[in-house]
């Protein structure tokens, strides 16, 4: 038998105060007979409220992520607790709203671990804390009644995400001689080497296109530049991870 209130305010429980449906204790009944004394006091809800992120710091750009919390039974390990998601009176979800902010109640006290569900990435699945793993997932604790304010989870972001991760764009140029000038690039993406194309542009003309190497790196020799002070924009045309980016960079070509 559960019990349960329209309001957030309280936590659903079984009966004999079980909290979850892994540790609820069977009613007996006859027909024809009414069994009494099946009562229960439900406890004040715990709630949960965060937002969600992406690896810049912003809100992110899609709107079909929901949060799901899951709690550990006493009698079960994590990875039993993964039936959960067929048991909604186990589990609390609620779909992440456009600002990134999400709000979860009426959690009965117990440790959660937080899932996140992007529909539109394949459905794809990560945790609070950071992991990508169920067995990783960051634990919190909470107790009947309590609010817990202020989570912030990053999205992850690349290949089968919800969203490409930020790029940068390091560049150096050394003029020489005979209108002959050279560039070293390097693009990063989320802290690490990205592969694809380089476009190098003097002014709105593109110049040359060059891949990069594993390391995300590439050298870049240009010849017959008209003399003077020019403006390159190095443009990294992005990749299945990563975002597009660039750079300016101003060069005095010499005779």
Do not use: M
Request: net charge positive.
């Amino acid at each position: 038998v559960r019990f349960s209130s329209s309001e957030d305010k309280f936590a659903p429980e079984y009966w004999k105060n079980s909290p979850d449906v892994l540790e609820f204790e069977y009613v007996k009944v006859i027909n024809g007979y009414t069994k009494s004394g099946i009562d229960a006091a439900l406890e004040p809800g715990a709630s949960i409220t965060g937002d969600l992120k992406d690896s810049a710091g912003r809100n992110p750009v899609t709107d079909d992520v929901e949060v799901w919390a899951l709690r550990l039974s006493t009698n079960s390990s994590w990875v039993e607790g993964q039936r959960y998601l067929a048991h909604h009176d186990a589990i609390r979800h609620a779909k992440v709203d456009p600002d990134g902010t999400y709000r979860l109640a009426g959690l009965p006290e117990g440790t959660y671990r937080l899932s996140f569900s992007v529909k539109s990435a394949q459905q794809t699945t990560f945790y609070h804390g950071g992991a990508t793993e169920w067995g990783l997932a960051e634990r919190l604790s909470l107790k009947a009644g309590q609010h817990l304010a202020g989570l912030t989870t990053t999205l992850p972001c690349g290949e089968s995400q919800a969203v490409l991760c930020e790029s940068t764009v390091a560049v150096k140029a050394k003029p020489k001689k005979k209108r002959q000038v050279s560039f070293s690039l390097a693009v990063k993406s989320d802290k690490s080497a990205v592969g694809g194309k380089v476009a190098i542009y003097r002014g709105k003309k593109k110049v040359k296109t060059v891949r990069l190497n594993e390391k995300g790196k590439a050298t870049v020799k240009l010849v017959r530049q008209p003399r003077g002070k020019h403006k390159y924009s190095i443009r990294y045309l992005g990749s299945k991870t990563a975002k597009p980016a660039a750079k300016k960079i101003s060069v005095r070509i010499k005779k």
